[in-house]
């Protein structure tokens, strides 16, 4: 049976989830013991976390822990209050259990991010959810990096610089900015880990190429992948026929999340952890909806994966169902 949610409108389904997990009105999992492990020095009850955008406000962490996630990445947070794109711009194609997001990083900006952040870690400091928080500026100021991570390094684990969010139309993702805004980042991080999340690619030198410039920049590890954009449908594969895009002033827009990525993501584990041996911290996410899925990701060299699109359809039993399998 799918999630009862599906019948609402995506934001509101989105609001309603936020809401019971903020309000604990959610099942309570229990973590198997054997799925703790230490990873770029952190203690995970679960290797399994909540990818980014999902919890852009930090406003509902404690229900993540609840319900089996060992992880949560909050945010993408931003410097100033963002409208994001006009509604709307969440699309769920049920039959491919996959979603395209055209969001463009609304948020309520830094401030109340912090805020919650700081409560949450007032209140529940015996917590076993480790957090890491999501950041970017869609103009590439480098201050506001230096910003995001001053104000938040008190109060996250980790941070993920998303260096690849499709729905910005000014987001300059060229190898250059990306390197000087880990930099940026990691100068006022207070030593916690920064990590680069990438968008999907086949293409294998580009991809080492960037794995290699941003490591030198300073980036502890990885996370691949954020959303396919149109322009890159080609990497969703015959299967993607029958596939509209959702169109604004005529043209095709968001980026898609779901079953087809996972290829995607395990090519890009395998190669980025060949490429770089076994002690850089790699997050598989793209595609993951099963445990067989999970364990594939985890197969490919990842040491921890996320989820968001398999979650929107399956909920907490998708969270239930990933931890028993690997544990
Ligand atoms: C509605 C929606 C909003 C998203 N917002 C963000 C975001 O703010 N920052 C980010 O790094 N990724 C964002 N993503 C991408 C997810 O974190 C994830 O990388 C992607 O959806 C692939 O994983 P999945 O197939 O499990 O969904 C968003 C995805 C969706 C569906």
Redo the contacts with the bound molecule.
């Keep these: 049976m799918l999630n009862p949610l599906l019948l609402l409108p995506p934001e509101t389904a989105h609001k309603i989830a936020l809401f019971a997990c903020k309000y604990g009105l959610i099942p309570h999992a229990k973590k198997p013991e054997t799925l703790k492990k230490e990873v770029f020095g952190l203690q995970f009850s679960s290797p399994l976390g909540l ?3 999902a919890d ?1 406000e930090a406003a509902a962490l404690k229900g993540w822990g609840t319900i089996g996630f060992g992880f949560v990445e909050a ?2 947070v931003t410097v100033s209050p963002r409208n994001g794109n006009p509604q709307p711009r ?1 699309w769920r194609q049920k039959k491919q259990k996959s ?1 395209v ?1 055209w ?1 463009g ?1 609304p948020g309520k900006g830094y401030h109340p991010f912090v805020n919650n952040l700081k409560r949450y870690r007032n209140n529940n400091q015996n917590s076993d959810l480790v957090i890491g928080v ?1 950041i970017a500026s869609p103009e590439g100021v480098l201050s506001d990096f230096e910003k995001l991570a001053r104000e938040c390094a008190p109060y996250t684990d980790y941070f993920t610089l ?1 260096a690849s ?1 499709p729905n910005v139309a000014d987001h300059k993702d060229a190898l250059k900015n990306i390197t000087d805004q880990i930099k940026a980042t990691v100068k006022h991080a207070n030593n916690k880990a920064v990590l680069l ?1 990438l968008g999907p690619t086949e293409d294998k030198d580009a991809l080492l190429q960037t794995l290699d410039q941003a490591t030198k920049a300073g980036a502890a590890g990885f996370v691949f ?3 396919v954009p149109p322009t890159a449908k080609n990497l969703l594969g015959n299967n993607n026929q029958n596939f509209q895009w959702p169109k604004h002033d005529g043209e095709d827009v968001g980026g898609y ?2 079953p087809q ?1 996972l290829d995607i993501t395990e090519f890009m584990v395998k190669t980025a952890r060949k490429h770089l041996g076994d002690d850089v911290p790699l997050m598989g ?4 909806q099963s445990g067989a899925d999970a364990q594939r990701i985890i197969d490919a060299g990842a040491d921890l994966i996320q ?4 979650f929107i359809y399956k909920g907490p039993k998708l969270v239930k169902e990933i931890n028993n399998a690997l544990a």
């Design positions: 990818s980014a955008g852009k945010g993408t969440i979603v997001n969001m990083l999501s998303n969010c999340k992948t954020n959303t999340s779901g990525l996410v793209g595609g993951i989820i968001y699109t398999g």
